[in-house]
């Protein structure tokens, strides 16, 4: 049997009272404190060893700065610990420090922090001092001790080496000089081992032979003569009730009204040598020993037991920080902290037979039955708890369900059957072979007395006492029943491994509609709105208002889609324990999903870090349930969690915000140092912190650079932000931070700074470039006009060549038409003529009759000639490559060229109009070379490709210099009566044009023309 502390109703009440009245008027240090009510055991305990980053696991000395950073003194080194990570200042990269090793620790009221490490140093914004033998210091002495009077002068303890050693002793130490007081002063001992400043300005010092006070310059001595328990003083403190609290090698004491009180192990004190004293906001005095850490509540005093680190090890500094966690440190086995979380949690540290809990139920007279697997059944009331295991009997002790009757009597579901339990004894198999050597699973006990039972051998039905047939049910009696439920329409509700249903009366009607139809129902709960709801296996949470089934799963917003329990806390949320943790989602949510109002839930998340043992539930009847006094308990595999959802304890304490580093070009720069970047810089990198230390993994940042930011940057748990290649300005960097609940600390932290332009961007590089610009801009202007004006003159000349050639063709078509096909009708009219006159002669009318036809046939030749310079008949008849070998044939007929020509085209290569224009292209090059280039031989090659067309026309003629002919076309027309061909050649570059594609000439004087054209095959 174990006793837990407790407290009366009224103290309960009163400290109910002071936390209301402090979230109202803002006292928020007080809203994290340690409970005082809770055991020791029930804090989370948190350890940071070598394994963590310290540098060595004997820590000496702790303390809080004015920002908010907590230092630690170790034997390698002096740490700052920002929550997440450690940074270590010691010999080796800090040039003030002439060993690591630290043995005093100290923050002024200044915003100072003093260190003691082979003399004295001090560090302030970001910057070691040592002070030494000028300064009146012993040189390279250890200060271990510090204290600060109301006058704000520093008085230092040294404690070094032995007795007669001259490094101990009292200094007084103001405006950077000492003043030592020794034996020879009056101390009692040399070797200081603690100091402090009480309200009237007076010194008490601690020292290896009494205790002293310095009151106006003279010291008075007290010793065991005078009720202290030993002569070796080793801690000081003064609690806020004025009591001056003495640590000695053999007891603590009290002093006050001028009498010692002495506590010792048998007052409960771990051990009888005080190392270190505190009091915390809670006036409870935590005292660490040689070999434990004690605590003292109203005069009890009680000593850690079953936690590792602290419960043998040596204490050897203390602090409660700004949030109200205790911060330890020991001797060897590194630094601990104990801080309140939002659960409190029962397990066998507080008494229970077992750590893994399955089973809560909560009595009708306000007991607690929790029942674990293994162990048996314990019972907690009134701060005691009571265990009950059934000897030899490892089956019946894994308690896995638990309920009570209307007549007070338990029942308790075991992997050995049913047990009744009543009066503190058990009683086995009291149905007989009806319901032993089956698993218990669930109990309810209906409106009309009737007991159901729920098992891994279906459902059992127990009336006056006995088991009693379910004809109903016969189909799912070898189904698991894990939840029984009756509605308060008096449905009873019969959750399973696969499905669910309900009895009304007799009848059992199955649920018809999946996924309930189909799920393994964990559990069912009827919340204060006649609302049912359904945790399942792996299927998500269901809700059941009248005939409407919804479904919640994790892709909804759900933290988890297996749940073991559902609550309603009647606040407005639902509960849930699951595998990994418990969560909560508020109902209004849940009921705007499944109204179409959202589409996303939103759940808060609670696990280890909260102050549960471990995050994992467990699953058991009933595993979770609210009690009447409105708490929430969950089984878990480490004990029952407890939570009181109308206090959940919230951290209101706006986390303070440092600046940690700047780099530059990944090079630091100091944050406290204004800054210039110059243009050479790329990168800049800031990293930040905010000093919050319950849960700081889950802190939120948000940072904006003013000058280039719009809006702030939501950076979630990132701590540090990037920029790159920022213009010149004026710049402020901007990062503030919200602690684990969400309390944000708008002021945050800054940082300004400029960066420069180059001299590219200065205003006289600017005038100079922008001078030289309009200059450039004037010349190509002139530039621009000129060549128009010749590209114009170039165009008007053009037209009047061409509109000049075709005149020349329609006088070339006449001429023809007159000449040649005239003077061919004429003949054949005037043949006509005589023949009439001749018609009595038929030999000389057949005559003229056949040089009608004669003269008939040449007309006719003479038409087609004039039609095939205007379209060649061919490209209808025949197509182009064979249009083109027609021309080719007839050039050859016609000339003396020796052509070697290949045409490797395909119908329907360009279209019927690009075919005419094609064709005269090639025609435009063979007639250039009859008519100028006096050549034996030309070579032709047309091939198609899928991509383009390519025609190469080379000739062996007299070609001419490219270089005195030049290529545009206002020099082309300009040289009609040249080599070149004149407006051939700019007829030829138009119809390419008109093509979309591209031709090049290339000639040389004697050694001939090629001439290369290629068009696209994509052109529309």
């Known amino acids: 049997m174990c006793n837990l502390s407790t407290q009366p109703q009224f103290l309960r009440w009163f400290v109910g009272f002071v936390f209301i009245c402090a979230m109202i008027f803002g006292s928020a240090a007080d809203s994290w404190a340690l409970d005082p009510h809770k055991a020791l055991t029930q804090y989370i305990h948190d350890v940071w060893t070598t394994s963590e980053g310290l540098p060595q696991d004997e820590v000496s000395a702790i303390v809080q700065d004015s920002v908010g950073y907590i230092w630690f003194g170790t034997q390698e080194g002096l740490v700052r610990f920002d929550g997440v990570s450690f940074t270590v200042f010691d010999s080796r990269n800090t040039d003030k420090f002439r060993t690591s090793f630290i043995h005093g620790l100290f923050a002024d009221s200044r915003g100072n922090l003093w260190i003691g490490a082979s003399g004295l140093l001090r560090y302030r914004a970001g910057k070691f001092d040592f002070f030494g033998k000028e300064n009146g210091l012993w040189p390279n002495a250890d200060v271990k001790r510090f204290s600060e009077d109301a006058a704000g002068n520093l008085w230092l303890g040294y404690s070094t080496g032995s007795e007669k050693d001259s490094i101990h002793g009292l200094v007084k130490f103001k405006d950077k000089q000492g003043q030592i007081f020794t034996t020879k002063d009056g101390l009692s001992a040399n070797p200081v081992k603690a100091t402090i400043s009480d309200k009237q300005g007076n010194l008490w010092i601690a020292t290896a032979n009494g205790l002293n006070l310095l009151r106006d310059g003279k010291f008075s001595h007290y010793t065991t003569a005078d009720g202290l328990s030993d002569n070796f003083i080793s801690a000081l403190f003064f609690d806020r009730a004025g009591n001056l609290w003495v640590g000695t090698g053999n007891g603590l004491n009290r002093f006050k009204d001028g009498q010692f009180t002495q506590f010792t192990t048998k007052q409960g004190l771990a051990n009888n040598y005080v190392r270190s004293l505190l009091e915390d906001r809670d006036g409870i005095l935590w005292i660490g020993t040689e070999s434990g850490l004690s605590r003292m509540v109203d005069g009890k005093i009680e000593s850690v037991k079953d936690i590792e680190g602290l419960e043998n090890d040596a204490i050897l500094a203390l602090l409660e920080d700004k949030e109200g966690s205790l911060w330890i440190g020991t001797d060897g086995f590194g630094l601990h902290r104990l801080r309140d979380g939002k659960f409190t949690v029962f397990g066998p540290p507080e008494g229970l037979l077992g750590a893994a809990v399955y089973a809560i139920f909560e009595a009708q007279d306000g007991r607690m039955l929790i029942g674990t697997n293994p162990g048996g059944l314990s019972i907690l009331h009134d701060g005691h708890v009571e265990t009950y295991a059934i000897a030899g009997d490892p089956l019946s002790n894994r308690i896995r369900m638990i309920g009570q009757d209307k007549s007070g009597v338990f029942w308790l579901g075991t992997r050995d059957g049913i047990i009744r339990f009543k009066d503190g004894r058990y009683q086995a198999h009291f149905f007989g072979d009806a319901m032993s050597q089956i698993f218990g699973r669930s109990f309810y006990e209906a409106r009309d007395q009737t007991l159901w039972f729920g098992t891994d051998a279906g459902l059992k039905q127990s009336v006056g006492g006995k088991i009693v047939p379910l004809a109903q049910f016969d189909a799912y009696r070898t189904k698991t029943i894990v939840d029984i439920l009756e509605d308060r329409s008096g449905r009873i509700w019969i959750g399973m491994n696969h499905g669910t249903g309900y009895f009304q009366g007799n009848a059992y009607t199955a649920y018809p509609t999946a996924p309930l139809s189909v799920s393994n129902v964990q559990d069912i709960h009827e919340d204060d709105d006649g609302v049912l709801w359904f945790a399942t296996w792996g299927r998500g949470l269901m809700r059941l208002k009248g005939d409407k089934l919804t479904t919640y799963t994790s892709k909804d917003g759900l933290f988890d889609d297996v749940q073991w329990a559902v609550l309603d806390d009647g606040l407005g949320n639902l509960w849930m324990g699951s595998n990994r943790g418990i969560f909560r989602v508020a109902k209004q949510e849940l009921d705007d999903f499944a109204e179409g109002r959202i589409n996303r839930i939103h759940s808060i998340v609670y696990g280890a870090e909260d102050g549960m043992r471990k995050s994992e539930t467990n699953q058991g009847k009933p595993s979770a349930l609210r009690t009447r006094d409105g708490k929430l308990w969950f089984s878990t595999t480490a004990g029952a969690a ?273 075919e005419v224009t094609f064709y005269r292209v090639i025609q435009e090059c063979l007639n250039n070379i009859i008519k100028h280039a006096l050549a034996t031989a030309v070579e032709i090659n047309i091939v198609q490709t899928e991509s383009q067309v390519t025609a190469r026309i080379q000739d062996n003629g007299r070609g001419f210099a490219i270089a005195d002919f030049g290529m545009r076309n206002a020099e082309l027309e300009t040289s009609a009566n040249s080599q070149s061909g004149g407006f051939g050649l700019i007829g030829l570059a138009e119809r390419v044009r008109m093509l979309g594609g591209t031709h090049s000439i290339a000639s040389e004087a004697g050694k001939g023309t090629t001439v290369m054209v290629k068009i696209p095959r994509d052109k529309e």
């Open 642 to 914: 407890v939570i009181d959802p109308k206090n959940i304890k919230t951290n209101r304490i706006a986390p303070p915000v440092v600046l940690e580093k700047v780099l530059v070009d990944e090079q630091p720069i100091a944050p406290n140092v204004p800054l210039v970047i110059p243009p050479s810089v790329r990168n800049v990198e800031f990293r930040y912190a905010g000093l919050s230390y319950i849960q700081p993994t889950k802190m939120k940042y948000k940072y904006k650079l003013e000058g280039y930011d719009t809006h702030w940057i939501e950076a979630g748990t990132r701590r540090s932000a990037f920029y790159t290649s920022l213009p010149p300005g004026d710049y402020k960097f901007k990062v503030i931070a919200a602690n684990s609940d969400g309390v944000w600390n708008e002021q945050g932290a800054s940082f300004t700074f400029r960066a420069t332009a180059p001299f590219w961007q200065r205003w006289w590089f600017i005038g100079l470039s922008l001078l030289g610009i309009a200059g450039a801009a004037f010349l190509f202007y002139r530039w621009r006009v000129s060549t128009l004006e010749r590209e114009k003159l170039a165009q008007r000349r053009y037209a009047h060549r061409l509109i000049e050639s075709q005149e020349q063709e329609r006088k070339r078509i006449a001429a023809e038409l007159h000449d040649g096909l005239g003077q061919s009708l004429l003949v054949i009219k005037n043949r006509t003529v005589i023949g009439k006159r001749m018609a009595s002669d038929e030999e000389k009318v057949t005559a003229q009759l056949e040089e009608i036809s004669r003269a008939t046939g040449q007309a006719l030749e003479e038409v087609r000639s004039i039609a095939y310079n205007l379209r060649p008949y061919h490209l209808e008849r025949l197509g182009l490559r064979e249009s083109i070998e027609a021309m080719i044939e007839k050039i050859r007929e016609a000339t003396d060229l020796e052509i070697n020509a290949r045409v490797a085209l395909y119908d329907e290569v360009f279209s019927k109009d690009d």
